[in-house]
C-alpha cells in the first residue's frame, strides 16, 4: 500500500499541516477508514450471531428446564419409586437423595444443550435453583411432619403400651412408677419436637387428666377407698382439680361408707337380732358411729401440703417413708416456710450458682460460696435433690422413726443430740383425720340402713337356701320310702331336723317329719298285711292247727293279720273245735251279760288275743282276767241294740245309720274309709270292707 504524501523530512507529528498523534497510522500518513469500516461489519455480524445464540440457548434453556421439572416430579412423586411415598422416620433421607439426583440431573441436562451463552448457562441455573428451592421447602416440611409423626405415634404407642398395663397391674407402686414413666416420655417427645415448657406441661396435663379420670373410676367402682386416696394424693398439682373434686367427694362418702357397711360386724349383729331387725339396726349404727369415731377418717392432716407432696415423690420414687421424710423436712425446715417457697425450695438450700435469689450477708461468712438460694422448675426437682444426700445414707425402706433418725446421726446429718431430733420429727409426724360430727352422723345413718338391708336379703337367702334344702330332702326321703328303706328315710329327715338353720326350717322339716311318719307308718303297714294268696294259706293251715301254730306262722312271715283274719281263724277253729277247747274257766263271767253273735265274738278275740301273750311268754291268771274283761267291755256297746246284722250286701249308709243308732258312732268320709269311735273315746280310720269285717256281728 503506497503512503501518499510521505516526506520523511516532514515533522512526524504534523500531517497536511495539522499536529497528527504519533501513537496513530495517520501520523504515518496511512488511511484507515476502510478497515475501520470492515470491523464494524465484523463487529455487527457478531452482534447477530450473538443475537441468534442467545435466542436459540433461552429456547434450550427452557426446554433444558422443562426436563429438570418433569424429572424432579417423578422423582418426588412417582407412585410407585417416588421419594415422598416413604413414611415416618424413612422419609428422613428424602432431602438427601433428592439433592444428589438433582445435581446429577443438572450436570446430565448441560451436556445435553451444550449451552453457547453464559447467561443461558446463569439462565438455567437460576431456573433450576427455583424448582430446587420450592422443592427442598416441601421435601423439610414434609419430612418435618413425618419426623413428628414418627416421635408421636411412637410416643403414642408406648403410652397406650404402658396405659393398658396401670388397668391390669393391681399394685399401686407399680401403676405409680408407670405414670412417671409415661410423664417422662411425654418430656423426652417434646424436646425431640423442639416443644417449650408449657406444651410439654400441657401435654403432661393432658395425659394426668385421662388417667385420673380412668384410675379413680375404677378405684371408685372397685370400692377400693385406700387407692382412691392414694391416685388423689399422687395426681394433686398434675391433673385438673374439676376432675379429682368429684372423686375427693366420691371418697369422703366411700370413708363414710366404710364404717357403715361392715358385713362382718352385721353377720354378728343378725345372730343375736335375727328376729328383730330394727333392733339390729340401732346396734349395727352404734357400732359403727364408736369405731369410725375411735379410728378417724381415711388420710391424713398436714401443715404444709406442698411438702407433703415432696414427701409423697420421694416415697415413691425413692422408697423413702413419706411420714418420716415429712416430718423431717418440716422440723429442719421451720415448717417448710422458707422465703424462696415459690422457686419450690422449701428447705432454704444454696447453690455456688449465682440464681439471682442472693442469700443475706450473714449467712455467707463460712459458707464455701454458698451465696445464692437455688431455683428448682418443680416440687418432683426439688425432692430429686434432696434425694441424693438421703439415699446415699441409707434411708430408704426404713419406717422406724427412731431407726431412721439414727441412721441420719451415723452418717452426720445432724449436728442435733439424736433424743431431740426424734422429738422434732415425731411433733411433725402427719395426723390421723377425725371424722366430724356431721360425718360420724352420716356413718350411723349408713349402717342403720344397710343393716336393715342385710338383714332382709339375709332371711331371703335364707329362705331360699333352707327351701332348696327342703326340696333336696323331700326328694331323698321320697325315694327311700318308693324303695321300702324306711330307716334311710326317717334318718334323713332327723338329721336334716337336727341341722335346720332356721327356725321357719326347723318348723317345716318337723312338719314334714310328722307327714312322713304318718306316710311311713301307713307304708309299714300295708307291706305287713296279709296279701289274699297269703291269708288263703293260711287259713287252709288253720284248719290243722292251733290259733297258736297259725300265729307262729304268721310272724314268721314277718306279717301282722288283721283283726278280721284273726276273726275268721277263729271261725274255723270253732268248726272244727279248737275254740271249744280254750279255757274260759275264771273269765267266762266276764261274757255272761252278752248276748248271742256278740258273746261268741268275744270268745273268739279272747282266744286271739290269748294266744298272742302266749306268744310272748307265760299269760298268768290275772293277765287272762285282764284279757277277758277288755274283751268283754269291747263288746258290751254291741248288745244294745237287736237284730243288727252287717252283711256284704248292707249298704254302708244303712250300715252306718245302724251302728249310730247301736251307740257305735260311725263317720262315712265318702272315699271307701270310715271312721268309727271305740268305747274309750279313740277313733280309727278304715276302709268299708275292715269295718263289714270287723263288725259282721249279730246281736241276739
Do not use: C
Not at 447453690?351 to 416440687?379: H, I, M, Q, Y
Not at 426439688?382 to 445414707?393: G, P, S
Not at 446421726?409 to 439424736?418: A, F, H, P, S, V
Not at 277277758?628 to 256284704?648: L, P, R, T, Y
Amino acid at each position: 500500500m503506497k503512503l501518499q504524501s510521505y516526506n520523511p523530512n516532514e515533522k512526524l507529528n504534523t500531517i497536511n499541516a495539522q499536529v497528527a498523534n504519533t501513537g496513530s497510522a495517520e501520523a504515518y500518513g496511512a488511511d484507515t477508514s476502510g478497515n475501520s469500516a470492515l470491523q464494524n461489519a465484523l463487529n455487527r455480524a457478531a452482534d447477530t450471531w450473538l443475537a441468534i445464540d442467545k435466542q436459540n440457548d433461552q429456547v434450550k434453556a427452557i426446554q433444558a428446564n422443562n426436563d429438570i421439572i418433569r424429572y424432579s416430579n417423578d422423582l418426588l412423586h412417582n407412585t410407585e419409586t417416588g421419594l415422598m411415598n416413604q413414611k415416618g422416620m424413612n422419609a428422613q433421607t428424602i432431602l438427601p437423595s433428592y439433592t444428589d439426583a438433582m445435581e446429577k440431573k443438572r450436570q446430565e441436562v448441560l451436556a445435553q444443550y451444550n449451552f453457547k451463552t453464559r447467561d443461558s448457562i446463569n439462565a438455567f441455573g437460576k431456573m433450576v435453583d427455583n424448582t430446587l428451592t420450592d422443592n427442598i421447602d416441601m421435601i423439610d416440611r414434609y419430612q418435618r411432619s413425618q419426623y413428628e409423626d414418627s416421635i408421636q405415634t411412637a410416643n403414642n404407642n408406648t403410652l397406650e403400651l404402658l396405659s393398658n398395663n396401670l388397668q391390669l397391674v393391681d399394685n399401686f407402686d407399680s401403676q405409680q412408677k408407670t405414670l412417671d414413666l409415661m410423664g417422662s416420655h411425654i418430656e423426652a417427645a417434646g424436646k425431640m419436637l423442639g416443644q417449650d415448657d408449657a406444651q410439654i406441661q400441657a401435654a403432661k396435663g393432658k395425659l394426668y387428666n385421662s388417667q385420673a379420670e380412668a384410675l379413680l373410676n375404677q378405684s371408685q367402682m372397685e370400692n377400693n377407698l385406700d387407692k382412691m386416696n392414694k391416685f388423689l394424693q399422687y395426681f394433686t398439682g398434675k391433673a385438673d382439680e374439676g376432675i379429682l373434686a368429684k372423686y375427693r367427694n366420691a371418697s369422703k362418702k366411700m370413708n363414710e361408707a366404710k364404717w357403715g357397711n361392715d358385713t362382718k360386724q352385721f353377720e354378728y349383729i343378725y345372730t343375736m337380732n335375727r328376729d328383730n331387725p330394727e333392733q339390729g339396726a340401732k346396734l349395727a349404727g352404734e357400732a359403727a358411729r364408736a369405731r369410725a369415731a375411735e379410728q378417724g377418717s381415711s388420710g391424713v392432716s398436714v401443715d404444709n401440703p406442698k411438702l407433703w407432696n415432696v414427701a409423697q415423690i420421694l416415697q415413691r420414687k425413692y422408697n423413702i417413708d413419706a411420714n418420716l421424710v415429712y416430718a423431717q423436712m418440716m422440723h429442719e425446715t421451720g415448717g417448710g416456710n422458707s422465703v424462696v417457697a415459690q422457686y419450690h425450695n422449701y428447705g432454704g438450700l444454696k447453690t455456688t450458682v449465682d440464681t439471682g435469689l442472693d442469700v443475706p450477708p450473714e449467712e455467707r461468712a463460712g459458707s464455701g460460696g454458698l451465696n445464692w438460694f437455688a431455683k428448682f422448675d418443680s416440687d418432683e426437682a426439688y425432692a430429686d435433690e434432696i434425694a441424693k444426700t438421703l439415699v446415699a445414707d441409707g434411708v430408704p425402706g426404713v419406717h422406724d422413726l427412731h431407726q431412721y433418725a439414727q441412721i441420719l446421726k451415723n452418717n452426720d446429718y445432724y449436728t442435733d443430740l439424736l433424743p431431740n431430733y426424734e422429738e422434732g420429727m415425731r411433733n411433725n409426724l402427719p395426723k390421723k383425720k377425725a371424722f366430724t360430727e356431721d360425718e360420724l352422723n352420716n356413718v350411723y345413718k349408713d349402717a342403720y340402713n344397710n343393716y336393715l338391708s342385710f338383714a332382709s336379703q339375709k332371711r331371703q337367702m335364707e329362705g331360699v337356701a333352707a327351701q332348696a334344702r327342703i326340696n333336696t330332702l323331700k326328694a331323698a326321703v321320697n325315694d327311700a320310702i318308693m324303695k321300702g328303706d324306711y330307716a334311710t328315710a326317717t334318718s334323713l329327715i332327723s338329721s336334716a331336723e337336727a341341722a335346720a338353720q332356721t327356725p321357719e326350717e326347723k318348723a317345716i322339716i318337723s312338719a314334714m317329719n310328722v307327714s312322713a311318719n304318718a306316710a311311713l307308718q301307713k307304708q309299714v303297714a300295708e307291706a305287713q298285711k296279709l296279701t289274699p294268696m297269703e291269708e288263703y294259706s293260711l287259713k287252709k293251715y288253720a284248719r290243722d292247727h292251733s290259733m297258736a301254730e297259725v300265729l307262729n306262722k304268721v310272724n314268721d312271715m314277718g306279717k301282722t293279720p288283721s283283726e278280721s283274719f284273726m276273726v275268721q281263724i277263729a271261725e274255723i277253729q270253732d268248726k272244727r273245735g279248737t275254740i271249744a277247747s280254750t279255757d274260759y274257766s275264771g273269765v267266762g263271767g266276764a261274757f255272761s251279760g252278752l248276748k248271742g253273735a256278740a258273746r261268741d265274738g268275744a270268745k273268739y278275740e279272747y282266744a286271739i288275743r290269748l294266744a298272742k301273750a302266749q306268744q310272748e311268754g307265760y299269760v298268768s291268771d290275772y293277765q287272762k282276767q285282764e284279757i277277758a274283761n277288755d274283751v268283754a267291755v269291747e263288746h258290751s256297746a254291741k248288745v244294745s241294740g237287736s237284730g243288727i246284722f252287717f252283711n256284704d250286701d248292707v249298704p254302708v249308709s244303712a250300715a252306718v245309720s245302724r251302728a249310730n243308732n247301736w251307740n257305735q258312732v260311725i263317720t262315712d268320709n265318702g272315699d271307701g274309709t270310715v271312721v268309727g269311735v271305740h268305747p274309750d273315746g279313740s277313733t280309727e280310720v278304715m276302709t268299708v270292707s275292715e269295718y263289714k269285717d270287723r263288725y259282721n256281728r249279730t246281736s241276739g
